[in-house]
């Protein structure tokens, strides 16, 4: 079966009139931008924000352990369940970003590394991808190295007790919890 588009990609483009950065800081810039819809409607003032990229990791040990950890989170006032992730550099490569946060974050390294999922955090505001990578055979290798703001106990899971953790609704991170279900999904088959 096809599906025939009513318009194209281009047709639907919204057009920017003009831009206006509002907070430019290194962790978040919000931009308010003047926008034109297909129609010719004007959008006064659509705001957006720009972030850096991500990346998490769902890192699992030679043997079979699941690599997670527990921080506080400000925004929501919780101590949550993660995988290990972090913020891409600024000309750092996304899987080299996601070894480095492993290492840094866990002291573990090595393993074999493949790419397992992108997302967006919302695309009608955000600018910036979730790079998720999956780790297998990884090994304790070093030390943990913090950067300032991070205070975080690491952990080895089962299997089952991630699968428990999500089940329980226990990971509030929607970029940590979809490629964690995807993983339940893909082994079940």
């Not at 699941?66 to 101590?79: A, N, S």
């Not at 993660?82 to 899987?95: D, H, L, N, S």
């Not at 991630?162 to 964690?180: K, S, T, W």
Request: proline share 5%; hydrophobic share 40%.
């Amino acid at each position: 079966m096809s599906i025939k588009l009513k318009r194209s990609d281009e047709e639907m483009r919204w057009k920017t009139i003009s831009s206006e950065y509002v907070v430019k800081e290194p962790w978040m810039t919000v931009r308010k931008d003047k926008m034109m819809l297909p129609d010719g409607r004007i959008k006064d003032d659509y705001w957006s924000l720009e972030y850096p990229d991500w990346i998490n990791v769902i890192a699992i040990t030679k043997d079979g352990k699941y690599l997670f950890e527990r921080q506080y989170r400000h925004g929501l006032d919780v101590v949550e369940w993660e995988i290990p992730a972090g913020v891409i550099e600024k000309r750092e490569e996304p899987m080299a970003a996601a070894k480095r946060e492993l290492m840094e974050e866990t002291g573990f390294g090595g393993g074999e590394w493949e790419p397992f999922m992108n997302l967006c955090p919302n695309p009608g505001t955000n600018n910036n991808i979730a790079h998720t990578f999956l780790a297998r055979g990884v090994e304790h290798a070093g030390a943990q190295h913090f950067d300032a703001n991070e205070d975080l106990d690491v952990y080895l899971l089962t299997a089952e007790e991630v699968r428990g953790i999500l089940e329980r609704g226990e990971i509030m991170q929607a970029l940590m919890a979809a490629p964690l279900w995807k993983l339940v999904a893909t082994l079940r088959r």
